[in-house]
């Protein structure tokens, strides 16, 4: 079955630090990789995905991850944390059904973020 | 695009009652998913819908637990009997295809006491 970790249940890092948000998985092949972040009392917003390529992604707020099979790691990283970052973030993996269908998403426990000013 | 919208947000109930969450996908949006999210803990799938039908309910999904899209429009989560351990965030989302992009509401907070 496959699993996501999480292994940073919290990070507090200061405004204008770098931060990189770790994330390993269990698979039995190449599954498509997720960051959605989550404000509170807001819905999960995806930040960027991978399904194929290459394995340095781009998403959304100047965030970005790298995919990298022989560690099963897909960490998100920004080079200099905003105080609006401050939420909670979480990995998740989905299946490479026929089709492409993401529909059914494993999602780690997340990381908690706290930026200081 | 007003966005995934659900409700209730907050719902607090006597073990034992039912309860009925609603969710309103983004319009065209085929697909519609259900999660739920417990404290401490990522979401865990618990069903999705193509259009009107039904394709996967998770074994998280107990007897008690019945969701509908009848017009492949909006969708009703309903909890029977309900139980502490039914308490949760119920997180619904849609895509416009297999491969899109999840779009994540709210959340509908269920609280048993």
């Known amino acids: 079955a496959q699993s996501v970790t999480q292994p940073d249940i919290h990070i507090t890092v200061s405004e204008g630090a770098s931060l990189e948000l770790r994330c390993n998985y269990s698979?039995?092949?190449?599954?498509?990789l997720f960051w959605y972040v989550q404000s509170p009392g807001q819905g999960l917003q995806l930040l960027l995905k991978y399904f194929s390529g290459d394995t340095l992604v781009q998403g959304i707020k100047g965030f970005e991850a790298e995919f990298k099979r022989s560690q099963s790691s897909f960490n998100l990283r920004k080079p200099s944390v905003h105080w609006s970052d401050a939420a909670e973030y979480f990995c998740a993996v989905g299946p490479q059904n026929s089709g492409g269908s993401n529909y059914k998403l494993t999602f780690g426990k997340g990381t908690l973020l706290t930026v200081n000013p | 695009d007003t966005g995934v919208s659900q409700d209730p947000r907050h719902k607090i109930t006597k073990r034992g009652q039912n309860v009925t969450f609603r969710c309103d996908p983004i319009s065209e949006h085929n697909r519609l998913y259900w999660y739920r999210q417990t404290l401490g803990q990522g979401p865990e799938f618990l069903t999705y819908?193509?259009?009107?039908?039904?394709?996967?309910k998770s074994r998280l999904l107990s007897d008690r637990f019945s969701a509908e899209r009848p017009k492949g429009s909006f969708s009703t989560l309903e909890i029977q009997r309900t139980e502490q351990g039914d308490s949760a965030m119920y997180l619904c989302a849609s895509s416009r295809t297999a491969a899109g992009e999840l779009f994540f509401g709210e959340g509908s907070r269920l609280t048993v006491l």
């Open positions: 698979y039995g092949a190449t599954p498509y």
């Open positions: 819908f193509q259009n009107e039908a039904q394709l996967e």
